[in-house]
């Protein structure tokens, strides 16, 4: 393991005396403020937001580290609730508000293991292949999915069969709705999933036929990253550029909402309860587990989702010091798959390294994920656990997803409320005028980054370096997908090979 760890320590109220980062407020939707100076490419800010938007997110000097250290005390600002300083009848008027909750999506059947891993992996956005090679997405997806299916049925079927992804969302989105009437805001609320039933275009099409005239898009992915609201909204982006009613619809999008006060104070609540669950709380490390990227993205294509989850660890535990709660934490990345290097420490390995240096009691957060589902479920309950008590930790502890915890929904609904001055009517008569649909600087500006970073990838080190370091591992990882691409491009060509004998390639032929 050549990743160390960034194992963190909370120091009494006496030491946090130090000077927090603080947002401008001006021009900046208070539902939607980020932390520009994190982001590794300063290319992500390609003109005056202000002039081409009605509103923009404020640029702010990094307060994170590549490497952060030990007691720095350093976080973003936490966004408060501003929703109850707005006037509702100047939100709604009578316009048809509607709410679209984006999400992965899920199989919920083990029948649907198969078609879901498909169009899991057919995303570009999952799967980056060289533009020569782009013609084999869709083999390479069905290549991928028929041969995980077997092994993904298994952890399917160990936690009922498929998943909850869907029941728990459709309860999210009819408490947000409740919540919005609480509020005096009659709106909507639609699901639109990316790989799976109700898929976005669905979504899409029932809020045609409501008539919506205002719409605020809200991934539920707490942070950005380019693999999920990213690959969501640019899908989003393509449905809207075909479809007249669409592009004259007043809307706008929330792209990420890390840093709000209820949801972090939901999250801190949660963490609290479990705590007290061990039998000495103040001993339990608290360890935040959060969804894996390739390295690359945050790299070479400019993914803020690195700089944002350790932004938000640090507000959780900056809410956590003040109810007297000092634990240790450390945060790592799960879920990583091929020979591709992704987002480090790696989950599985900080397990194995806590039990060796002592560790008893470990609390595993679920940091990026808001409904419970098989990362959580199978990969944290059942592996992570097994390998933890397998390591020598002897209490071990799990914080639920949020799912639909009213302080959470309640400030999901004050984000909607909070967005609704900013949705402005952004349509144009001729569809080729506009360069893209997606109506909030940040995202377009992000989305566009992405797209010319990955026409030509930079080189990932200068100079090749001989032994297992982070050059090897990127060079081979690309030398396997490369040698996997040649051996499919044979097997379309030739007719012949092991994928034909095995029935796949036929497939999709």
């Known amino acids: 393991m050549n990743q160390a760890m960034d194992i963190r320590f909370q120091a009494p109220p006496s030491t946090l005396l130090q000077t927090r980062a603080k947002f401008s407020s001006q021009n900046v939707c208070p539902c939607a403020k980020a932390q520009w100076g994190a982001f590794p490419r300063s290319s992500l800010l390609k003109g005056p937001l202000l002039a081409r938007y009605p509103w923009g997110w404020s640029k702010v000097q990094s307060v994170l580290t590549e490497h952060p250290v030990k007691n720095s005390g350093k976080s973003g600002a936490l966004v408060t609730s501003g929703s109850q300083d707005i006037s509702i009848t100047s939100l709604t008027g009578n316009e048809k508000i509607g709410v679209l909750l984006l999400n992965l999506g899920g199989p919920e059947t083990l029948d649907?293991?198969?078609?879901?891993?498909?169009?899991?992996?057919?995303?570009?956005?999952?799967?980056?292949?060289?533009?020569?090679?782009?013609?084999?997405?869709?083999?390479l997806a069905q290549f991928i999915s028929v041969a995980r299916s077997p092994k993904s049925k298994e952890g399917y079927a160990s936690i009922g069969g498929g998943s909850p992804l869907r029941r728990i969302t459709d309860a999210q989105a009819q408490e947000l709705e409740k919540a919005l009437c609480?509020?005096?805001?009659?709106?909507?609320?639609?699901?639109?999933?990316?790989?799976?039933?109700?898929?976005?275009?669905?979504?899409?099409?029932?809020?045609?036929?409501?008539?919506?005239?205002?719409?605020?898009?809200?991934?539920?992915?707490?942070?950005?990253?380019?693999?999920?609201?990213?690959?969501?909204?640019?899908?989003?982006?393509?449905?809207?550029?075909?479809?007249?009613?669409?592009?004259?619809?007043?809307?706008?999008?929330?792209?990420?909402?890390?840093?709000?006060?209820?949801?972090?104070?939901?999250?801190a609540d949660l963490i609290g309860k479990e705590l007290l669950k061990f039998d000495c709380p103040g001993q339990v490390m608290i360890f935040f587990t959060a969804h894996g990227v390739p390295l690359a993205y945050v790299e070479e294509a400019g993914d803020p989702y690195k700089a944002e989850m350790e932004e938000c660890v640090d507000l959780i535990m900056e809410e956590l010091e003040k109810?007297?709660?000092?634990?240790?934490?450390?945060?790592?990345?799960?879920?990583?798959?091929?020979?591709?290097?992704?987002?480090?420490?790696?989950?599985?390995?900080?397990?194995?390294?806590?039990?060796?240096?002592?560790?008893?009691?470990?609390?595993?957060v679920p940091i990026s994920f808001v409904s419970e589902h098989i990362e959580t479920l199978e990969e944290i309950d059942v592996e992570y656990?097994?390998?933890?008590?397998?390591?020598?930790?002897?209490?071990?502890?799990?914080?639920?997803?949020?799912?639909?915890?009213?302080?959470?929904?309640?400030?999901?609904?004050?984000?909607?409320?909070?967005?609704?001055?900013?949705?402005?009517?952004?349509?144009?008569?001729?569809?080729?005028?506009?360069?893209?649909?997606?109506p909030l600087g940040s995202v377009e500006e992000l989305l566009a980054a992405y797209d010319?970073?990955?026409?030509?990838?930079?080189?990932?080190?200068?100079?090749?370096?001989?032994?297992?370091?982070?050059?090897?591992?990127?060079?081979?990882?690309?030398?396997?997908?490369?040698?996997?691409?040649?051996l499919l491009l044979l097997e379309v060509t030739t007719g012949q090979g092991f994928l034909h004998q095995w029935g796949i390639l036929p497939l999709f032929r």
């Open 112 to 139: 649907d293991v198969q078609p879901f891993l498909f169009n899991l992996f057919a995303d570009p956005d999952i799967i980056r292949l060289p533009r020569l090679f782009r013609f084999l997405q869709k083999p």
């Open 182 to 267: 609480e509020k005096k805001i009659p709106a909507k609320v639609y699901v639109g999933m990316r790989y799976w039933h109700p898929f976005t275009e669905e979504a899409i099409e029932q809020i045609k036929r409501d008539g919506i005239t205002k719409l605020v898009v809200l991934p539920l992915y707490p942070q950005f990253s380019i693999s999920t609201s990213g690959s969501s909204l640019r899908l989003l982006e393509n449905i809207f550029r075909e479809d007249e009613y669409l592009v004259n619809m007043q809307h706008t999008v929330i792209p990420s909402w890390y840093q709000r006060e209820g949801y972090i104070k939901a999250m």
């Open 323 to 364: 109810r007297r709660i000092y634990n240790s934490y450390t945060l790592a990345y799960q879920s990583r798959v091929g020979p591709v290097e992704w987002l480090k420490p790696y989950t599985d390995d900080v397990i194995v390294e806590l039990g060796n240096k002592g560790v008893k009691s470990l609390l595993a």
């Open 385 to 438: 656990k097994e390998l933890a008590l397998e390591s020598g930790i002897v209490n071990w502890g799990r914080v639920p997803a949020l799912g639909c915890e009213p302080t959470f929904i309640s400030d999901l609904a004050d984000a909607v409320i909070e967005s609704l001055p900013y949705v402005g009517a952004m349509a144009v008569s001729n569809l080729e005028a506009r360069q893209s649909l997606v």
């Open 452 to 486: 010319s970073q990955r026409r030509e990838l930079p080189p990932p080190v200068v100079v090749w370096e001989w032994g297992w370091t982070k050059s090897a591992e990127t060079w081979n990882g690309r030398a396997a997908m490369l040698a996997v691409l040649v």
